[in-house]
């Protein structure tokens, strides 16, 4: 059963990634939705983003897709005109990764050095029956620019 499901995650992700290509998205509102303190959540499409202010700035977790990456900037704005300090990738899709280039241009993205590869390379997302589900590479500025890759060893 538990297999199932996540093989049902899987087919969902890849899916909802495949058709996000082709989307209009220009009806999508971003939605703040204050969680507790000074940490908040955005909905627009695709996956969540969680935002944390603090005294110099923002740190935002994922950041949807690139053709959200204006609105989704209006909504940090209207939680404070702080700026964006960093910008943290929870994993490749997409729908967390795809306003990289925009947000990189006011702090760095930081994410696991597979996240990077994975964003760098393209790859396999999955396959939608006999469709295989691929994620093209990345240009350079949508790479995150903090992993360990780029860090030199604690020596």
Known sequence: M???AMSAFVLLSAI?????????FSNVQI??????????MLQGAGGNIGVSVGDDGIVVV??????????I??????????PVRFVINT???GDHTGGNAYFQKQAPVI????????LAEG???GNLGTVRMEAKPQPKEALPIISSITMSPCT
């Open 123 to 125: 790859g396999t997302l």
């Open 31 to 40: 939605k703040v939705i204050k969680m507790a303190g000074t940490v908040y």
């Open 62 to 71: 994922d950041d949807q897709y690139a053709p959200l990456a204006d609105k």
């Open 91 to 93: 994993h490749f899709h």
């Open 73 to 82: 900037q209006a909504a940090l704005k209207g939680i404070t005109d702080k």
């Open 2 to 4: 538990r297999m199932l």
């Open 111 to 118: 994410a696991h050095d597979n996240v990077r590869k994975r």
């Open 16 to 24: 909802g990634l495949a058709c996000a290509q082709d989307r209009d």
